[in-house]
Each structure stands twice: as C-alpha cells, then as structure tokens.
C-alpha cells in the first residue's frame, strides 16, 4: 500500500499544537513526554539523513502513545471539567488516536532514509571515484589475489 506524501514537519505542527492544546487540562508527564519527542522530531527535520534521528523520533511516538494512554487513563475526570479542560482533553485524545497514523508515515520515512539496513548491505559492489579501497569480491578465492592455494 503506498502511503501519501506527508512532510515530518507538518507532522511536528500538528502534534505540537495538539500537545499545546493538551497541556491546557493535564500537566505533569504529559508535557514532558511529549515535547521531549517533539524535540527529537525537530532533530530529525534538522538531520535529513539521520537514521538515528528518525529512529529516535519513531521509538518515541510508539513509547508516547503508551504513556498517554496511561496518563489519560489516570486523569482524566470524567466530572467536574470546565468546557477549557474538556477541550483540552479532547486534543489530548485527538493526538493520541492519530498517533498510530504519524508513526505509519514516520516509519515510511525511516525505510526512505535507510532503515533496517545491516553492515553487510550497507556495501555496495561497485566502487565509485573517491574511493581510493578496492572492493572486496567474496568470490575471488586466494589463488586470484596472487596466493598459492593451501592444501589440507
């Protein structure tokens, strides 16, 4: 399924106000969480090749969709709130259920960016310009490297 095109920044917006909005009725961990991967989010629109950053900002929206539902669960009131703290709390919501979408398209961006590449794929066979190394050929044996074949 090919995902649309959607910016990490506009991502960022969202969730920041979102968050904003959210701050308005819970206090405490929620900022903190969140505007702490928010941060890591602006690291990874600063760092466009960063497999760490994005990697980072993808773990940390997985890890803020758990914590939220736990502060939520913990305190949000289901009396007693003024129409401030409901709205509040409805963004707060709002952000956690799209959640799950912006960690879909921060993923796609991850694989875009390289992911889940190991070592030995990062090689390639080909030796480019600059590269002063001659690449190394798993199928040459040592006789064609200029070696006499060992006996066993």
């Known amino acids: 399924m090919e995902l649309p095109t959607v910016n990490l920044k506009m991502i ?25 991967v928010l941060a890591v989010g602006v ?26 539902i736990v502060h939520l669960s913990i305190f949000y009131q289901r009396t007693g709130f003024s129409d ?13 259920l799209l959640k799950p979408l912006s960690c879909c398209f921060v993923y796609h961006m991850y694989r875009e960016r390289g992911g889940f590449l190991g070592p030995s794929q990062e090689r390639s ?21 200029g070696h006499s074949p060992q006996g066993y």
């Open 43 to 68: 690291w990874a629109v600063a760092q466009r090749d960063s497999i760490d950053a994005i990697s980072l900002f993808l773990g940390g929206l997985a890890a803020t969709v758990f914590l939220d």
């Open 12 to 36: 960022l917006l969202v969730h920041w106000l979102l968050t904003v909005w959210g701050c308005i009725t819970f206090s405490g961990p929620y900022p903190w969480a969140n505007f702490t």
């Open 84 to 96: 401030t703290q409901r709205f509040g709390a409805g963004m707060a919501i709002l952000s956690l």
């Open 125 to 145: 066979d080909y030796q480019t310009i600059e590269s002063p190394e001659v690449p190394a050929d798993p199928f040459v044996g040592s006789e064609g490297r």
